[in-house]
């Protein structure tokens, strides 16, 4: 069993920076890989990027590519999305998500434990 609880969302003007953490308990979290989503209003939650086991391997979704940076630090039980030069169409509920079945990251249904999501929303 995992908890995980993201912190780090807020508001921003565009063009600013926001660094979201997702602290996870359970002495097991470097077996996961982590995946960062989004649910805009009236949007369907969306992959934003992705982390294996290790941090060796980061995925992220066209729209935050070179925006965005996940990490993680195992010793911490802690995976993070520095995030960038942000939009207004960046505004959402990011959540963090933990899985230890294979298969792609952006996959919604591959993950087992969810956040209960942070806002962040992004001023013109």
């Known amino acids: 069993q995992v908890q995980l609880v993201e912190s780090g969302g807020g508001l921003v003007q565009a063009g600013g920076s926001l660094r979201l953490s997702c602290a996870a308990s359970?002495?097991?979290?470097?077996?996961?890989?982590m995946g960062w989503f989004r649910q805009a209003p009236g949007k369907e939650r969306a992959f934003v990027a992705g982390?294996?086991?290790?941090?060796?391997?980061?995925y992220y979704a066209d729209s935050v590519k070179g925006r965005f940076t996940i990490s993680r630090d195992n010793a911490k039980n802690t995976v993070y999305l520095q995030m960038n030069s942000l939009k207004p169409e960046d505004t959402a509920v990011y959540y963090c998500?933990?899985?230890?079945?294979?298969?792609?990251?952006?996959?919604?249904?591959?993950?087992?434990?969810w956040g209960q999501g942070t806002q962040v929303t992004v001023s013109s």
């Open positions: 982390i294996n086991w290790s941090g060796g391997s980061t």
């Open positions: 998500a933990a899985r230890l079945r294979p298969g792609s990251p952006e996959n919604l249904s591959r993950y087992d434990y």
């Open positions: 359970g002495r097991t979290f470097s077996s996961y890989a």
